[in-house]
Nanobody
Framework: VQLQASGGGLVQAGGSLRLSCAASGLTFNSYAMAWFRQCPGKEREFVASIKQSGGSTSYADSVKGRFTISRDNAKNTVYLQMNSLKPEDPAVYYC????????????????WGKGTLVTVSS
């Protein structure tokens, strides 16, 4: 199984980025997908998740209203549209796959990608 995240980079505060995570080696539409992020010295934290069908989503309070998670099951890809980026958003962003929808707990994820770095300049 491979989860390949991409789309990270440097953006000014208030700007936007779109992350992508392409999955292979698994039955993509059987897995809920999630994004987490981690700053140096901090624990990995939940950002957003989307149900297998794409019909339900969940967000951390810190990103609600600014970030949007979506998926394209035909392309085996999950996206994270990040708008109105703030100085507290920089981190390595990871995508993860979970057979069970609804968990925000990193150890419960079945598969992880390698992460993509997001940097926000003020």
């Amino acid at each position: 199984v491979q989860l390949q995240a991409s789309g990270g980079g440097l953006v000014q505060a208030g700007g936007s980025l779109r992350l992508s995570c392409a999955a292979s080696g698994l039955t993509f539409n059987s897995y809920a997908m999630a994004w987490f992020r981690q700053c140096p010295g901090k624990e990995r934290e939940f950002v957003a998740s989307i149900k297998q069908s794409g019909g339900s989503t969940s967000y951390a309070d810190s990103v609600k209203g600014r970030f949007t998670i979506s998926r394209d099951n035909a392309k085996n890809t999950v996206y994270l549209q990040m708008n109105s980026l703030k100085p507290e958003d920089p981190a390595v962003y990871y995508c993860a796959a979970d057979l069970v929808w609804g968990s925000r707990w990193p150890p419960s994820m079945d598969y992880w990608g390698k992460g993509t770095l997001v940097t926000v300049s003020s």
